[in-house]
């Protein structure tokens, strides 16, 4: 079968799920809120960047393989392309965000704090950047541009199957318009990533920090795709993907669980070594305050998928891959959690002592900081409110992920490399 069609019964159990994420999310509002309404907006801006992030890097490994002439993922290329699609979405509520930010509807942002850029030289040295402005229109452009070569890249992929010709000129195209894309990827993932989330700790930073959530991305992004498509076959469709195929997408799953790692220790020992206050406080918050999120971290996507997908043999076996995916899967949400939370908290803490002014400032403060020690609803762990907005997230990406793979055939049929793909290891 090479058309999909969209069963009533899995229409209606995803826009339920979407039900649920919004219900949670405006029980955010209300349930353990401060007067900034931090847990709402953290959740917003958590699972966005999550998703986001995730369509992002299914276009930007697209453009790496047709720039590598790459054949492997051809049969399957269309779920790239459908996870590539959601960027819209995900670009209207970040201008949400950011438009909050920008009048004030949210303290989600040190920096954002006038007194704090009078008073603070860190906040205030880095202003030219860390404002409102650079945030609202800077993410305005990026995403606009990303979502444009979403588009074209898919416009391409569709006028290839319908009027494909021997002279290949449609991936010829595609070819150009990948390789222009991916130079500026590069550049604007790593600005974005600072601006959404490496600025919630407005006086830390880190050389890495783009490596590594763009790693956590493409993890996410790799666990996404093995479930889609063990779905799909459970179904009938893609019969030519074959365990190779499931294999390929379990090495990447496995290598760059590790890559990871790997930067997540380079980030940590670097900075431990260097011992600089203002960067060694990132870890030391989390360390202490929040010690089942940070190492729970590790075990849930260095520890489990080293071990389990270790043997050759696991990376084929259809239910054990996908078993690792689905559970590397939360944990790179939990990953973005760890990144996110514990900035914003502190900030609305130190926002609000400001905000008590006078002699009461100083021990309103101090009051905030030991409260931030102790435990804290939807912030030192993942509470069932967030749960539930991840899944309503996790919904509504699916729900656009399966729409656009039903606008058209699940397999490029003329695309150049498709007998490859099919013959892949065989």
Known sequence: MNQYTMPGSQRTLLIAGMGLGLLCLILSWFVGADEYHTRFWTNLLHNTVFFTGISFIALFFICVCITAWAG????????????????????????????????????????????????????????????????????????????????????????????????????????????????FAGFSSAFIIWQWVMSLDAHWYSTMFAWYS???WFVSMICLTLLVIIYMKSKGYYEQVTGEHIH????????????????????????????????????????DNYPVLFYGNLL???????????????????????????????GHWWDYFLMIKPGALHTAHELMGHSHGGHEAGHHGAEMADHAAHFTAGFTLPGLIEIGVFVGFLCAFLFVVYNRLASTSLVSERDPYLAESIHHHV
């Open 300 to 330: 849930i996507n260095f520890v489990f998928p080293f071990f389990v997908l270790m043997r050759n043999d696991t990376k084929r076996k259809f239910g054990s891959v996908g078993i690792v995916a689905a559970i590397v899967l939360f």
């Open 72 to 183: 492997w993922y051809t049969l399957f290329k269309r779920v790239w392309e459908a996870f590539s699609l959601f960027m819209i979405f995900g670009f209207v509520i970040m201008i949400i965000i950011a438009l909050g930010n920008y009048f004030g509807f949210h303290h989600l942002y040190h920096w954002n704090d006038p007194a704090s850029i009078e008073t603070d030289k860190i906040i205030n040295h880095k202003s030219s950047f860390l404002n409102k402005g650079v945030y609202l229109f800077g993410s305005l452009f990026v995403m606009a541009v990303w979502y444009f070569f979403a588009r074209k890249l898919r416009s391409l992929s569709l006028e290839e199957e319908r009027h494909g010709d021997a002279s290949f000129k449609h991936h010829h195209t595609a070819r150009v318009w990948a390789a222009a894309f991916l130079p």
């Open 214 to 216: 763009g790693a956590s």
């Open 248 to 287: 390929d997408l379990g090495k990447f799953l496995f290598a760059f669980s590790i890559f990871w790692t790997y930067l997540w220790f380079s980030q940590f020992m670097l900075i431990w070594y260097a011992n600089i206050g203002e960067e060694t406080v990132y870890f030391r918050e989390r360390m």
